[in-house]
């Protein structure tokens, strides 16, 4: 019986906020399976804001979606179909085979992961892409040190809740950015973060943030950009130190975003800025995930999950991402194991 796949493929480039016509829903046969591949169903979809940079048409560091073709992204699924001697079915893989229903996939091409170490989504985030980029973003270039203060922007994302753990684990003083009072009980209550500044309630930010950071900021884990962080860089400390993560606030700008300029800071605090993204450590992927394992296990890190049902509402969760309603990692579900035990 030939399987029918559901796929959404990007059916034009969007200027400012993806809508409905940037999104079109496909359906195409599933391709015969040939040996040394493996046909997976979907289980689970990751929506991330770096997906809206590759939806434009410009250089960066990695290649621009292709129009008329799906959506690539962090995918878990279950093999359904093997003709390859690395996999059987059942067995639960991850790799970036995205907004589809089915893959055929090369044996080399996923990676095979273990449900009874930790809930598969995890694999997605805090053991996945988005908590390696907060592994080497705070630990590589932020190097947190006890007593020192760091900020994070996006604090109740993936990346940012998991990096300010990181920084507690390490002793420092942590300060979350979010934008509200759910997101910031998360923070302080859950996550053992400080102090929160709701970004939107607040009438004086900039007064916000020195009331939660007395001794000024050693480390700024920065993953909005925008106005938020043009108000922390008034706040650094001399050496400071900016991992350059996301700029979410810009994303969806028709026009160039301009700011305050930066440089005269950055000479004046001798402070260090730098962009990074998780690829850039990709020989080291196994350090970071041996550390991020041990410390789940441990109970010092934790984590919070958005999940929404329905293939059909992924791109509606893809937005939802610039609406701030996400609270820790948002995926979407769309579909069940068939042979889970």
């Not at 046969?29 to 169903?41: A, P, S």
């Not at 690539?72 to 093999?79: F, H, K, R, Y």
């Not at 359904?80 to 996939?105: L, P």
Request: contains cysteine.
């Amino acid at each position: 019986m030939t399987r029918v796949n559901n796929q959404i493929i990007l059916a034009e480039r969007p200027q400012g906020m993806p809508g409905s016509d940037t999104f079109q829903f496909v359906k195409k046969d599933v391709e015969d399976v040939k040996e040394g591949q493996i046909l997976i169903k979907t289980l689970y979809v990751s929506v991330d804001p770096y997906m809206r940079g590759r939806m434009a048409n410009v250089e960066s560091y990695v290649e621009p979606f292709k129009l008329g073709e799906v959506i690539g992204g962090g995918s878990i699924g279950e093999v359904i179909e093997s003709k390859s001697d690395q996999f059987t079915e059942g067995n639960v893989v991850t790799g970036a085979f995205g907004w589809q229903e089915y893959y055929v996939a090369g044996e080399n091409e996923v990676r095979q992961i273990d449900p009874s170490n930790a809930p598969v989504t995890t694999n997605l985030h805090i053991l996945g892409m988005t908590g390696l980029t907060a592994y080497f973003g705070l630990l590589d270039i932020g190097t947190p040190k006890e007593g020192e203060t760091v900020v994070i922007s996006g604090a109740a994302g993936s990346v940012g809740s998991t990096a300010g753990q990181i920084a507690k684990i390490k002793g420092a003083r942590v300060v979350g950015i979010a934008g509200s009072e759910e997101k910031i009980s998360l923070l302080k209550d859950e996550l053992n973060f400080d102090e929160g500044i709701n970004y939107k309630t607040s009438n004086d930010i900039k007064e916000d943030l020195k009331q939660a950071c007395p001794n000024g900021v050693d480390v700024y884990f920065d993953n909005v950009g925008g106005e938020i962080s043009d108000t922390v860089m008034t706040q650094l400390n001399k050496y400071a130190r900016i991992p350059a993560c996301g700029a979410i606030s810009a994303y969806n700008m028709e026009e160039q975003d301009i700011g305050p300029r930066v440089q005269q800071t950055l000479i004046k605090k001798s402070a260090l800025m730098q962009g990074f993204i998780v690829g850039n450590y990709s020989e080291r992927f196994k350090e970071g995930a041996k550390h991020l394992g041990q410390w789940l296990q441990e109970g010092k890190l934790t984590y919070r999950e958005t999940i929404k049902e329905g293939f059909e509402n992924i791109p509606e969760a893809f937005l939802d991402l610039f609406r701030g309603k996400n609270i820790g990692k948002l995926l979407v579900k769309v579909g069940e194991r068939e042979y889970e035990k």
